[in-house]
């Protein structure tokens, strides 16, 4: 999550001088930390996060997550297991070539209280599918 938000920080602040949509910055929907919800979504973009699954693909990645190990999902917010392969999906993106790093960031992001240091690499891979398959699959 902070490699994302790190990530949507610079590409917002970039973005800053591109030009305006000629809405006054009152009329732009605003999240909780005052940016306006368009101008996160074209840094998430430029930040190469996909955008937000609609709900019936929120629903069969994490389905499918379940059937992998109930404890990927466990009783975590599943807004927060979306993030979390979303950012996925920049690893996969970024090192298309280098399983060994995808894999380590997989394991990194998902864990669960008996699995602190992830999943293991054979469960490891099988979440990289899912997420490769359901949230990001031109990557």
């Known amino acids: 999550m902070k490699a994302r938000q790190a990530a949507v920080a610079m590409a917002v602040i970039a973005l800053a001088g591109c030009g305006s949509s000629g809405e006054s910055p009152e ?3 605003t999240t909780p930390g ?4 368009e101008a996160i979504e074209k840094a998430e973009k430029a930040a190469g996060i996909p955008p937000k699954p609609d709900q019936k693909t929120a629903d ?6 379940r059937k992998i190990d109930p404890e990927i999902v466990g009783d975590k917010d599943p807004d927060r297991i979306i ?10 993106r970024e090192w298309p070539d280098d ?16 699995h602190p240091d992830g999943f293991g690499t054979a469960k ?3 979440i990289n599918e899912v997420v490769h398959r359901h949230l990001c699959p031109t990557y």
């Open 124 to 126: 490891a891979k099988k």
């Open 60 to 65: 069969a990645y994490l389905a499918a997550l």
């Open 34 to 37: 005052g940016l306006s919800s």
């Open 27 to 29: 009329a732009a929907p």
């Open 99 to 114: 399983e060994a790093k995808v894999i380590k960031f997989v394991n990194t992001r998902f864990t669960s209280p008996d």
């Open 83 to 92: 993030d979390r392969g979303r950012d996925q999906c920049t690893t996969i």
